[in-house]
């Protein structure tokens, strides 16, 4: 069965640094892999996803993912965070035909400091 | 486009009452999909439909639980008797068929908080 790990339960930074958001996933196939995001209160938002092609690949609100297939790794990144970006970050693998069965990480909380 | 609708946004009740959290997809998506959120056990997937047909509730935790979709555009989760035990958000999400562009892309709803004494 596939899973998702994400290390990291919360990270601090301070507005204007750059963020890294680390995700393990476990997956026998080639895997539907994607980001979103929880603002309190709120449902998930997707960020970006990627399927195949470039492992490099770009989302909304400036956000950046690299699918690394032989770390099994799907990293978030941002080169520099405004404090709205202050939220949950979830990461998910999706399975079946469609990769719409989605499995998610355990989500990793993001504090931004002034 | 309205998005997922959710109802009720909360939900307090007593261990023992029945529950029934409603959602209305988005027009056209033929996928629809039932998540629990809790703190200890983070995003689970209770159960999926294609096309109003359930397809997928190994996650629906037990028998108390139960989920329809009688048409297109409206789906049930519904807990009988809830307990305590039950409290958490619950989202729905759906998608387009399954072979158009985006069908992996899950959009949610604003979830039901249920909190159950």
């Known amino acids: 069965a596939q899973s998702v790990t994400q290390p990291d339960i919360h990270i601090t930074v301070s507005e204007g640094a750059s963020l890294e958001l680390r995700c393990n996933y476990s997956y026998g196939a080639t895997p539907y892999l994607f980001w979103y995001v929880q603002s309190p209160g709120q449902g998930l938002q997707l960020l970006l996803k990627?399927?195949?092609?470039?492992?490099l690949v770009q989302g909304i609100k400036g956000f950046e993912a690299e699918f690394k297939r032989s770390q099994s790794s799907f990293n978030l990144r941002k080169p520099s965070v405004h404090w709205s970006d202050a939220a949950e970050y979830f990461c998910?693998?999706?399975?079946?035909?469609?990769?719409?069965?989605?499995?998610f990480g355990g989500g990793t909380r993001v504090l931004v400091k002034p | 486009d309205a998005g997922v609708i959710q109802s009720p946004r909360h939900e307090v009740t007593e261990m023992g009452q029945e529950v029934t959290l409603r959602c209305k997809p988005i027009?056209?998506?033929?996928?629809l999909f039932w998540y629990r959120q809790t703190m200890m056990r983070g995003l689970e997937l209770l159960i999926y439909?294609?096309?109003?047909?359930?397809?997928?509730d190994s996650g629906m935790p037990e028998d108390r639980f139960s989920a329809k979709m009688p048409n297109a555009s409206f789906s049930t989760l519904k807990i009988q008797p809830s307990e305590p035990r039950d409290s958490a958000v619950y989202f729905c999400?759906?998608?387009?068929?399954?072979?158009?562009?985006?069908?992996?892309?899950?959009?949610f709803g604003a979830g039901s908080r249920l909190t159950v004494l």
């Open positions: 999400a759906s998608t387009p068929a399954g072979r158009t562009s985006g069908a992996n892309v899950l959009t």
């Open positions: 027009s056209g998506h033929n996928s």
């Open positions: 998910a693998v999706g399975e079946g035909a469609a990769g719409n069965k989605l499995t």
């Open positions: 990627y399927f195949s092609g470039d492992t």
């Open positions: 439909f294609n096309n109003n047909v359930p397809i997928d």
